[in-house]
């Protein structure tokens, strides 16, 4: 079982997709995203999610990612932060996103 300071630290944020393209170099069909954090500024990620979305549909978009985890190679791309996504139970990952606009960068509580 995680503890809440566990949870706590954890840097969940809400960012905006500003750009979305195809990752070539990953196995299973991946997107590269980058996304606005506000005051954090942009990063990047690559995000499996191209069972349900299309590069133009996440343009605009707001996403909640985990920030502070440390970069790493993904796919011949460098992904700063995961982007939250959830199995339907079909295989096919929904994105989690703000029920309502919200500021970038704003912490999940």
Request: charged share 25%; glycine share 10%.
């Amino acid at each position: 079982m995680a503890t809440v300071d566990e949870f706590l630290s954890l840097d969940i944020r809400v960012g905006t997709v500003v750009s979305a393209e195809i990752n070539r170099g990953a196995r299973k069909r991946a997107f590269f995203l980058r996304v606005d954090f506000g005051t954090l500024g942009t990063r990047d990620s690559s995000a499996q999610i191209s069972d349900l979305y299309e590069t133009d549909d996440l343009v605009g978009l707001q996403v909640v990612a985990v920030v502070n985890f440390p970069p790493r190679q993904v796919a011949g791309v460098r992904s700063e932060v995961l982007v939250l996504a959830v199995d339907n139970g079909r295989g096919e990952n929904v994105l989690l996103i703000p029920e309502r606009p919200v500021p970038d960068g704003g912490r999940v509580s």
